[in-house]
């Protein structure tokens, strides 16, 4: 059973910082890709990132670029990401999720397969 929990989350002023954890587990981690996405009350989802650990590749939308980071440790079946420069508009419930592949075009329609319970993050301006 694929089971991946997110953590750290909170509450954070307009320009600061948060890395959020996910522990995958029940499943081979090289299998999948390992992303990212956010949801805003009242907004639809969002992909925010991606990492392949078997093709070597992230993905990063638009919105996010040159501020956040995704990294893995695979000896801990656990993906990061770091989100610098936070804004009140990164304001959302964050959750990990698995792809099939790691790519702009699987970020952008939100092919996400599995997911966690999510972490809540709010940046107040």
């Known amino acids: 059973e694929v089971q991946l929990v997110e953590s750290g989350g909170g509450w954070v002023q307009a320009g600061g910082s948060l890395r959020l954890s996910c522990a995958a587990s029940g499943f081979t981690f090289d299998d999948y890709a390992i992303g990212w996405f956010r949801q805003a009350p009242g907004k639809e989802r969002e992909g925010v990132s991606c990492?392949?650990?078997?093709?070597?590749?992230?993905n990063y939308a638009d919105s996010v670029k040159g501020r956040f980071t995704i990294s893995s440790d695979n000896a801990k079946n656990t993906v990061y990401l770091r989100m610098n420069a936070l804004k009140p508009e990164d304001t959302a419930v964050y959750y990990c999720a698995t792809l099939k592949y790691c790519s702009g075009s699987y970020l952008l329609h939100r092919y996400f397969e599995e997911w966690g319970q999510g972490t809540l993050v709010t940046v107040s301006s």
């Open positions: 990492i392949s650990s078997r093709y070597a590749s992230t």
